[in-house]
């Protein structure tokens, strides 16, 4: 029997993605050492993520800073990559990720937190750079040294959450301007689940050199969000038509990068709107739907507190 003895190392680890991948983790690797990088250990999910289970283990990492403490990465022997949204700054992550794994730790297996539609840039094919980016990151990170996988997720559910241009609870309007596309939104979660099961896996190399790309089991419209999302407040929320003009506006207005209006006009022109078989074939059971994101982030909408796992 697989006595998992590795060593984790988890980016990204408070968002949804990385502390359901932590959680459910530890569940599958009780005697691994995990450990959680966070920029502030002091923060409320980085605590929530100490209680999960004994093994693990918060550590403070910053890639983009000059001080490292290395010490984090020695016998780190399999590692989530989820980088931060910094689309200056992305490549010079995956880099430098890149050679202080290779210089300082003993990975046999990683997994990369990548996008739909990673690729080098093939005649400005996108009005995106990020999918090119994070083709970047994995050719920068799939290495000789070790196994590597690629997870391509579609546009989070969360996203209507996190992205106050979009939604706010208080508001009885959302904004997105995808036109009449659908979009097969992916819940962060289950992202998070897919990941911890490849992580744990005795036998990474049935992975290895593969993308799965993981998306919601239906693609959704304005009309079926709209339903979704006034059930879950129990109020009636529509759909307002707004250009894209507005829509940075709005993107700005909140403290969020102009960038990612790039992210939807691609989904207005059908880049997220066809399901993927991969996350089923992987797992065994479907993704959740728009709907069941929305009931599971019933309380956020309500005003409550949402637990991040």
Do not use: C
């Not at 409320?44 to 093994?55: C, S, T, V, Y």
């Not at 046999?108 to 937190?113: D, P, R």
């Not at 009309?223 to 529509?238: F, G």
């Amino acid at each position: 029997m697989f006595k998992n003895n590795e060593i984790y190392l988890i980016f990204g680890s408070t968002g949804v993605t990385g502390s359901t991948l932590i959680k459910q983790l530890a569940q599958r690797a009780p005697h691994a050492e995990i450990r959680a990088v966070t920029r502030n250990p002091a923060s409320r999910n980085a605590k929530w993520l100490q209680q999960i289970a004994p093994n693990v283990r918060l550590v403070q990492l910053d890639l983009l800073k000059s001080q490292l403490n290395v010490e984090v990465l020695h016998g780190v022997t399999r590692v989530y990559a989820l980088p931060p949204f910094l689309p200056k700054l992305m490549v010079e992550w995956h880099q430098r990720l890149s050679e202080l794994l290779q210089t300082y730790a003993n990975v046999n297996y990683l997994v990369k937190h990548s996008v739909i539609g990673a690729r080098e840039l093939v005649n400005e094919d996108t009005p995106s750079s990020i999918p090119t980016m994070h083709g970047t990151g994995e050719q920068l990170l799939d290495v000789s040294q070790w196994h590597f996988t690629s997870l391509r997720p579609t546009i989070f559910a969360q996203h209507f959450i996190s992205n106050k241009a979009i939604f706010k609870p208080t508001e009885s309007e959302f904004f997105l301007p995808i036109g009449e596309a659908k979009v097969a939104f992916i819940d962060a979660r289950n992202i998070g689940e897919v990941a911890a099961k490849l992580l744990a896996s005795p036998n990474p190399k049935r992975h290895a050199d593969k993308a799965y790309t993981l998306t919601g089991p239906v693609g959704v419209t304005l009309d079926d969000i709209r339903v979704a999302l006034s059930n879950a407040t129990r109020q009636e929320v529509n759909p307002k038509p707004i250009s894209d003009e507005a829509f940075v506006q709005r993107l700005h207005d909140n403290g969020l990068s102009p960038a990612l209006i790039a992210v939807y006009q691609e989904a207005r022109e059908g880049w997220f709107s066809e399901p993927s078989p991969d996350f089923y074939n992987l797992m065994g059971y479907r993704a959740n739907t728009f709907f069941e994101f929305a009931q599971l982030s019933a309380p956020y909408f309500l005003g409550g507190n949402v637990s991040i796992d």
